[in-house]
C-alpha cells in the first residue's frame, strides 16, 4: 500500500480541507513479528545510560514459525499482568504471564490463525499498549497495539499493485465541526484520468474510521482482490460512524421530542458523500454506488440505504441487521421506499452475513425476514463464527468482488 501527501484548497474560502498522509503500510501492515535473529536473547542485561541503568531490552511480540506468539512488557514493581486480545480465540490465548528476575513478564499464546488482532496489556488492571510494539489501530475512545500473523490468502501484503489511503478532513455542515475519513483509491488512480465506482464502507459501534485499513485490512484486501482480477477497481470510503465520543451515531434529542436526531445520516448525505463526489473521481448513480457495514455501520446502512434507494445498486450488511427500536419501527420509517417498486430495480445486489455464533444473529433473520416480506430478494449466508473482524475481513472478500458487476 502506497501513501498519498498532498493538500487541496476548496473554492470557498471558508472551506478548507487538509488531506494528511500517513504510514499505512506500518499502520494497517504491523511487521511481522519476531525480529529476533537465531541465538539473539528475548530480553537482554540493562545496559548503562547517562542518568544510570536502564531497563533490559525487552521484543514484543514475537511471532514463531509455528504461529505461537510470545507477549513480553518490563513491569518490574506489577503483581499481575493479563492479555486482552478478544478476537484471539480463548484456546489459543490460555498462556499465562509470568515474570523473570530481570522483572519482565512474558506469555506465550497460540498457534493463532492468520489475521490481523489487537491487544492490550492489563497491568495491574490498567490497559496498556505495548510499549515495544509501534503499530497500533485507533477506536473511538482509545488505541489498541496490533499485530499480524501472516499466511492469510486475503489480506497479507504481497507483490502487487498497491493503491494508496489517505486520511481525509473535512467540515461537516450537518455536525458544525471537522470530522475525519479514511478514503482508499485503487492502484493506477494518481496517473490516469478514468472515474471510478465508489463504495461507502462503515465500521462497528466503538470503533472509527481508521478500523477498516488498520485492523480491518481493507486496503490490503482490495488490493489482492483487483491485483487476481476478482474484484472492480474502485473508491473505497470509510467515515467515522460515531458523531460523538460515546454516542453510535444517533442524536441528542430531548425526552419526548420524537425520534432521536439521526446525526450521521445528516453527516453522510449533506457532507460526506458531496465532499466525495466533488474531490474524487467517482461514477455517480445507483449502478456505481454501494454502500456496507458491520454491527453498527449495518444499521446505519440499513438506515441510510432505504431512505436514499434510488442512490444504492448494493447494499450489504455484516454481523447486523434492524438495531434499536425494532423492526416495526423501522418498517413504518421506511415504508415508502420499501413498497415503491420502481426502485427495486436499481438495486442489483442486497446482501447479509452474520456468524452461527454471533448475538445478532435474530436481528439478522428478522431483518432479512421484512426485506422479504416488501418484495426484496436478500441474499442472506449464516457464516460460522462470532462478532470479530475475522468475519468481517471475509465478509468484505465475499462482499467486494460482487460489486459494479451488473450490466
Known amino acids: 500500500m502506497h501513501h498519498r501527501n498532498w493538500g487541496r484548497t476548496a473554492a470557498s474560502a471558508m472551506l478548507v480541507v487538509f488531506?494528511?498522509?500517513?504510514?499505512?503500510?506500518?499502520?494497517?501492515?504491523?511487521p511481522t513479528v519476531g525480529g529476533t535473529a537465531a541465538g539473539q536473547p528475548a530480553t537482554r542485561p540493562a545496559a548503562?545510560?547517562?542518568?544510570?541503568?536502564?531497563?533490559?531490552?525487552?521484543?514484543?511480540?514475537?511471532l514463531a514459525a509455528d504461529r505461537h506468539i510470545t507477549f513480553r512488557i518490563l513491569a518490574p514493581h506489577?503483581?499481575?499482568?493479563?492479555?486482552?486480545?478478544?478476537?484471539?480465540?480463548?484456546?489459543?490465548?490460555?498462556?499465562?504471564?509470568?515474570?523473570?528476575?530481570?522483572?519482565?513478564?512474558?506469555?506465550?499464546?497460540?498457534p493463532?490463525?492468520?489475521?490481523?488482532?489487537?491487544?492490550?496489556?492489563?497491568?495491574?488492571?490498567?490497559?496498556?499498549?505495548d510499549p515495544r510494539n509501534p503499530a497500533t489501530s485507533e477506536s473511538n475512545n482509545n488505541c489498541w497495539s496490533l499485530l499480524y500473523v501472516p499466511g492469510s490468502d486475503i489480506s497479507d501484503t504481497v507483490d502487487v499493485p498497491h493503491g494508496a489511503?489517505?486520511?481525509?478532513?473535512?467540515?461537516?455542515?450537518?455536525?458544525?465541526?471537522?470530522?475525519?475519513?479514511?478514503?482508499?483509491?485503487?492502484?493506477?488512480?494518481?496517473t490516469s484520468e478514468q472515474k471510478f465506482p465508489v463504495f461507502y464502507l462503515l465500521h462497528g459501534a466503538g470503533d472509527c474510521d481508521d478500523s477498516w485499513t488498520s485492523v480491518g485490512r481493507a486496503g490490503?484486501?482490495?488490493?489482492?482482490?483487483?491485483?487476481?482480477?476478482?474484484?472492480?477497481?474502485m473508491v473505497v470510503v470509510m467515515p467515522a460512524g460515531h458523531t460523538s465520543a460515546a454516542g453510535f451515531g444517533g442524536g441528542r434529542g430531548a425526552p419526548g421530542a420524537g425520534p432521536r436526531r439521526d446525526e450521521f445520516t445528516e453527516d453522510f448525505t449533506k457532507d460526506i458523500k458531496p465532499f466525495i463526489e466533488k474531490n474524487y473521481r467517482v461514477?455517480?448513480?445507483?449502478?456505481?454506488?454501494?454502500?456496507?457495514?458491520?454491527?453498527?455501520?449495518?444499521?446505519?446502512?440499513?438506515?441510510?440505504?432505504?431512505?436514499?434507494?434510488?442512490?444504492f445498486g448494493y447494499i450489504g450488511v455484516f454481523s447486523s441487521g434492524i438495531l434499536g427500536g425494532g423492526t416495526s419501527s423501522w418498517e413504518e420509517q421506511h415504508a415508502q421506499m420499501l413498497d415503491d417498486p420502481s426502485l427495486k430495480a436499481g438495486l442489483k445486489l442486497l446482501w447479509l452475513s452474520t456468524g452461527s455464533d454471533d448475538s445478532l444473529l435474530k436481528n439478522t433473520h428478522a431483518t432479512v425476514d421484512l426485506l422479504k416480506k416488501h418484495g426484496f430478494n436478500p441474499v442472506f449466508i449464516e457464516s460460522t463464527g462470532g462478532h470479530t473482524w475475522i468475519n468481517w475481513r471475509n465478509y468484505l472478500k465475499e462482499f467486494a468482488p460482487q460489486l459494479f458487476t451488473a450490466s
Do not use: C
Not at 488531506?19 to 504491523?30: C, L, N
Not at 490490503?220 to 477497481?233: E, H
Not at 445507483?286 to 455501520?297: H, K, V, W
Open 19 to 30: 488531506f494528511t498522509s500517513f504510514a499505512f503500510a506500518q499502520q494497517a501492515a504491523p
Open 112 to 129: 493463532v490463525d492468520p489475521g490481523a488482532y489487537r491487544y492490550l496489556f492489563n497491568v495491574d488492571d490498567i490497559p496498556v499498549i
Open 220 to 233: 490490503f484486501i482490495l488490493d489482492n482482490l483487483i491485483a487476481a482480477g476478482k474484484a472492480k477497481p
Open 283 to 311: 461514477l455517480t448513480g445507483p449502478a456505481n454506488t454501494a454502500i456496507a457495514g458491520l454491527s453498527m455501520g449495518g444499521a446505519q446502512t440499513l438506515n441510510i440505504g432505504f431512505s436514499q434507494l434510488d442512490q
Open 78 to 110: 506489577a503483581q499481575a499482568v493479563r492479555l486482552n486480545a478478544g478476537d484471539i480465540p480463548a484456546s489459543a490465548r490460555a498462556g499465562q504471564f509470568t515474570k523473570d528476575d530481570n522483572g519482565v513478564w512474558e506469555a506465550t499464546i497460540g
Open 165 to 190: 489511503v489517505a486520511s481525509v478532513h473535512y467540515q461537516s455542515s450537518a455536525l458544525g465541526r471537522t470530522r475525519r475519513m479514511h478514503v482508499y483509491t485503487p492502484p493506477g488512480y494518481e
Open 48 to 62: 548503562r545510560g547517562p542518568r544510570g541503568p536502564q531497563g533490559p531490552a525487552v521484543i514484543s511480540p514475537e
